[in-house]
């Protein structure tokens, strides 16, 4: 998606460690998808991000997050395990950057329906209605996006079934947009 790239740029990234360089493409030639190589490092580094975040999401929403480890992420997308716990200090770390890279773009689907309903509800506000602009703004996205983003749905049930530490993720993304949803009712 184009909020991927971004995504992937704006989370931070150490700088490849001396078993990298001079390496050239990271990717093996199992991955799942042949890619064409991006014009610079920094264009490789977020190319193969985006990768580790797709495999990511698809695999934790199968699995969930305690079915998958970091070598399972890192053998789907073709890379050495090395990579991933460079960049990530556990699955958990990992999660939680696949939930944060679509969270903006759910976000502001969100608080633009809730806006326009508030303002077609003229002071009326229906807790169905509510609810509908709410909700619905994501079901498209799930029912005719991309695969990643029915992968986001079912990561988002899990986070909201597992007060473990969906409810941390969940607050630190959402908080805001459930609190405009209660602020209109």
């Not at 698809?58 to 992420?73: A, H, N, P």
């Not at 990992?94 to 309903?117: C, G, K, N, S």
């Not at 695969?147 to 530490?165: C, D, I, K, P, V």
Request: some cysteine.
């Amino acid at each position: 998606c184009a909020c991927g790239a971004n995504m992937a740029e704006s989370i931070p990234l150490k700088r490849p460690g001396p078993s990298l360089r001079g390496q050239g493409n990271i990717m093996t030639k199992s991955a799942a998808k042949p890619k064409v190589r991006p014009a610079t490092k920094a264009d490789q580094r977020a190319a193969t991000m985006e990768q580790i975040f797709d495999a990511a999401e698809d695999l934790f929403s199968q699995r969930g997050l305690y079915g998958v480890t970091l070598k399972d992420v890192a053998v789907q997308v073709g890379v050495h395990q090395s990579l991933l716990n460079y960049y990530f200090k556990d699955k958990k770390e990992l999660f939680d950057a696949v939930i944060a890279r679509r969270a903006p773009v759910t976000i502001q689907r969100r608080m633009e329906a809730l806006d326009a309903y508030e303002k077609a509800a003229a002071g009326k506000p229906t807790v169905e209605g509510v609810l509908h602009a709410y909700l619905d703004a994501d079901l498209d996205l799930h029912d005719t996006g991309d695969l990643g983003w029915r992968h986001y749905g079912a990561l988002g049930a899990q986070m909201s079934n597992t007060a473990e530490w969906g409810a941390e993720l969940m607050d630190t993304h959402f908080d805001h947009v459930v609190l405009r949803l209660i602020g209109i009712l």
